[in-house]
Nanobody, 115 residues
Framework: QVQLVESGGGSVQPGGSLRLTCAAP????????MGWYRQAPGEQRDLVAS???????QYADSVKGRFTMSRDGAKNTVYLQMNSLKPEDTAVYYC?????????WGQGTQVTVSA
C-alpha cells in the first residue's frame, strides 16, 4: 500500500510558525501536483495550497502571505512553511498527490494554534 509520509505538525502559540513535510515514495510517478488540505472539527476539508510539478504554488485566500509551499522534485517531497499562525488555522492537515492515474492521501497531521 502506497503511503505518503507527513511530519511537522504540533502545537504553537498564535503568531508562531510550523513547517509541514510530505514525502511520496519513489513508486509514485507521473505526478501532476501535490498539496495540502485541512479539516477542522465539524468542517469540510478545504484546499490550503498546491503546487504543480511544472509550475508554481497556489494558495487559499485565508493563508496567502503567511504560508509558503515549496517542493523537492527529486525527492517527491513538498513543504508547507506556515508563519503568523492563527487559532483558525487549527485543523488536521492532509497531504495529497495527484498523478495521471489516481489521487493519494496522507494520514493527516494535527496543527493546533492556541495561547
Amino acid at each position: 500500500q502506497v503511503q505518503l509520509v507527513e511530519s511537522g505538525g504540533g502545537s504553537v502559540q498564535p503568531g508562531g510558525s510550523l513547517r509541514l513535510t510530505c514525502a511520496a515514495p519513489e513508486s509514485i510517478y507521473a505526478i501532476n501536483n501535490m498539496g495540502w488540505y485541512r479539516q477542522a472539527p465539524g468542517e469540510q476539508r478545504d484546499l490550503v495550497a498546491s503546487i504543480a510539478w511544472g509550475g508554481g504554488a497556489q494558495y487559499a485566500d485565508s493563508v496567502k502571505g503567511r504560508f509558503t509551499m515549496s517542493r523537492d522534485g527529486a525527492k517527491n517531497t513538498v513543504y508547507l512553511q506556515m508563519n503568523s499562525l492563527k487559532p483558525e488555522d487549527t485543523a488536521v492537515y492532509y497531504c495529497y498527490v495527484d498523478t495521471v492515474a489516481r489521487h493519494y492521501w496522507g494520514q493527516g497531521t494535527q496543527v493546533t494554534v492556541s495561547a
